[in-house]
């Protein structure tokens, strides 16, 4: 049996050098040996990017292993939403691979923001240790996630921000949540408000507002520089009294690593179903 986090891609190094470290901790914690591995992009960064190891994309590396004679394959999700658009085109590729012939068995573990609620306590999490770090007094949040088809995510974004709120409690003075982008057209609508929206409405257009992103790597969204951070700036310098704030990504805080964990071990060894 093989295990991989599996996470979309990225031509970040940034974002596939977390992955192996989140692959790393989840190993530690439960003894057992996780690869990482993307769905698609991360194995176009140069190899000598990543201390010379290339990055695995799925499919090749599932070939790959089916060709060492390996037909179990337990996958944990590196996703914010496990019914989200990428997770959906994932099992689409697995099950592509398995009608050509090759002969495999697989299984998903839960993914981050299950029913144990683990998605809205990492974000408050987050959320208090800005506070503390800046020393901010009630700021508003908005949980910004990256938006999409799939009403699903936006479902779960905002659960995740209620959540959050619930456990925020007086240390905040509002929780909203957001989206980065969103497809054009009344069906996608679900995805508002956006987050360049958001930042001027009242009570997130001045004082100081924590942004909350639900992404687990860095990249071009949620990098130092990405579009997360270019947006919080526009806003900044469209309404001189705000102030914005971020906290770290969901991926990359130690309660992520835990709840994967768990969640492998409720998988394995349980047996795997064709």
């Known amino acids: 049996m093989r295990i991989a986090l599996l996470d979309n891609g990225s031509l970040e190094p940034a974002s596939h050098r977390n992955l192996r470290a989140v692959a790393a901790a989840v190993a530690a914690r439960t003894g057992l040996v996780v690869e990482a591995v993307s769905w698609r992009h991360s194995d176009r960064i140069p190899a000598e990017e990543l201390d010379g190891a290339p990055a695995p ?103 995740v921000a209620a959540l959050a709120r619930d456990r925020l409690g007086d240390a905040v003075s509002a929780v909203a949540a957001a989206s980065l982008e969103s497809p054009d057209g009344p069906d996608f609508a679900f995805n508002q408000p956006l987050l360049a929206a958001q930042l001027g409405y009242p009570g997130f257009d001045r004082g100081d507002v924590v942004v909350a992103p639900l992404f687990l790597s860095p990249g071009r969204h949620a990098g130092p520089d990405g579009d997360l951070a270019q947006i919080a700036r526009a806003a900044e310098a469209r309404w001189p009294g705000l102030r914005c704030h971020f906290t770290g990504l969901v991926g990359r805080h130690p309660l992520a690593a835990g709840a994967l964990a768990r969640n492998l071990r409720a998988c394995v060894p349980a047996p795997i179903v064709l």
Request: charged letters at 25%; aromatic letters at 8%.
């Open 57 to 159: 994309a799925l499919l090749p590396w599932m070939r790959a292993r089916l060709r060492e004679g390996e037909r179990e394959f337990v996958f944990l999700p590196f996703f914010i939403s496990g019914e989200g658009a990428i997770a959906t085109a994932v099992r689409s590729d697995l099950e592509t691979l398995r009608r050509a012939g090759a002969g495999f068995a697989y299984a998903f573990t839960a993914g981050l923001a299950p029913a144990d609620e683990t998605g809205g306590e990492i974000v408050a999490a987050g959320v208090r240790e800005t506070i503390a770090a800046r020393a901010l007094r009630r700021p508003a949040v908005v949980v910004v996630d990256h938006g999409g088809p799939v009403r699903a995510s936006a479902i779960l974004r905002d659960r």
